[in-house]
Every structure is written in structure tokens, then in C-alpha cells.
């Protein structure tokens, strides 16, 4: 039931681009997108509720396309700052024996080398 | 506001004792999580509550562990008795919940279990 992330990890020089995925088995009622720098806690960087929804936030979007129970994270020229591990969190839809909380992917270990 | 508050930030404990992890969410928020992170599990959810009532304790691991929300400011997760298999980070969360939506969680910095 845990979404699968990939890639695993990522290696970027500052400015590259990169792509994050998180796939589901299952539907999904909503994707949420978090980022943990090491030793601290994760923070939320954005929900999407919809089935081909996007968000974004800085240079940091995303999107989630609810037929293919899929979402991406898009971090665009990135920066330093942009290091940390990525987590995607499910949510299924109402009724179902998940329904009020996230499942976390493993997460996607990211670093922006200078 | 100050955030999620968690402490202990570390504890070191021996194998058998009893220890009590604490958390005071954001005022206002009606909901908290307690997950649990390890390298080889990562980030778990063990149980959460809406409006102080327990809703999904299903990520319990066993029955050495409990938790408690007497009231909307604070919370308890109780392991007894601990094993080194219990060594993780533990992060208490709140949110703002609405209707059915999970809206965004805030995480507490963490409490840095090791049982030796």
C-alpha cells in the first residue's frame, strides 16, 4: 500500500533539473509532497487534491494525475537550498480503510552540488 | 506561534524501561499524528487522533506501545517495556482538518528514541 518513489536518489549541479515520481497501486483522493533536511523534520511543501492538478511553490511544482494514480515533482533550476530527501504521501478516497491519513513513500534522497 | 513541541529531544534508555514521549501541538489544530522514522522503515504512522479521540491506532506495532490525548494541547506515546528495536525518531504532527481533507501537517523536531 506504501507509494513507490523513484528515483531513489538524485545527484544535481546547481541549476539542473529534476523530476521526482510517486506511484500508487491504488486510487488516491489526494497527493502531498514534503521535504526533510537531514536531522530535521519534514516539511510540507504542497497538496494536490485534484486528478491532473498543479501546483507549485518557488521553483517547485507538481502535478498529479488521478487516472494513472501517479504524482511528479518538478524542482527547476535548482538550488542548494533544494538538498534534503523528498517524501510523496497518499491519501485514499473517502470510504476506504485509509481514509483521514497519509501513507509515505520511501523517499527520494536529493543533493544540489555546487 | 512556537510550533509542535516535542520532548524529550533525546533519550537514551535500557532495555525494559519504561519511556513516555510528549507532544503539545499548534493551538487550534484538532488533529495529531505520532509516525515513527527509521533508515529501514521510514517514516510510519503509528496512530492519530481528531479532536482528542483516537481514530487509527492500526500502525501500533504491539501492545507495549500506547497513546493518550487527554485533552487538545498534549499528547502521550508510551512505550513499555522498550526494546532496541524501538530505537527510531519519533515526530509527533498537527493539522487543521476539515470536512474530510488531510490539510498540511506541521511536524514537531522530533524525539531521538535509543534503547540500549
Known sequence: QQPVQSPQAVILREGEDAVINCSSSKALYSVHWYRQKHGEAPVFLMILLKGGEQKGHEKISASFNEKKQQSSLYLTASQLSYSGTYFCGTEDPPGSSNTGKLIFGQGTTLQVKP | ?116
Open chain 2, 1 to 116: 506561534d512556537a510550533g509542535v513541541i516535542q520532548s524529550p529531544r533525546h533519550e537514551v534508555t535500557e532495555m525494559g524501561q519504561e519511556v513516555t514521549l510528549r507532544c503539545k501541538p499548534i493551538s487550534g489544530h484538532n488533529s495529531l499524528f505520532w509516525y515513527r522514522q527509521t533508515m529501514m522503515r521510514g517514516l510510519e504512522l503509528l496512530i492519530y487522533f481528531n479532536n482528542n479521540v483516537p481514530i487509527d491506532d492500526s500502525g501500533m506495532p504491539e501492545d507495549r506501545f500506547s497513546a493518550k490525548m487527554p485533552n487538545a494541547s498534549f499528547s502521550t506515546l508510551k512505550i513499555q517495556p522498550s526494546e532496541p528495536r524501538d530505537s527510531a525518531v519519533y515526530f509527533c504532527a498537527s493539522s487543521l482538518r476539515g470536512g474530510y481533507s488531510i490539510y498540511e501537517q506541521y511536524f514537531g523536531p522530533g524525539t531521538r528514541l535509543t534503547v540500549t
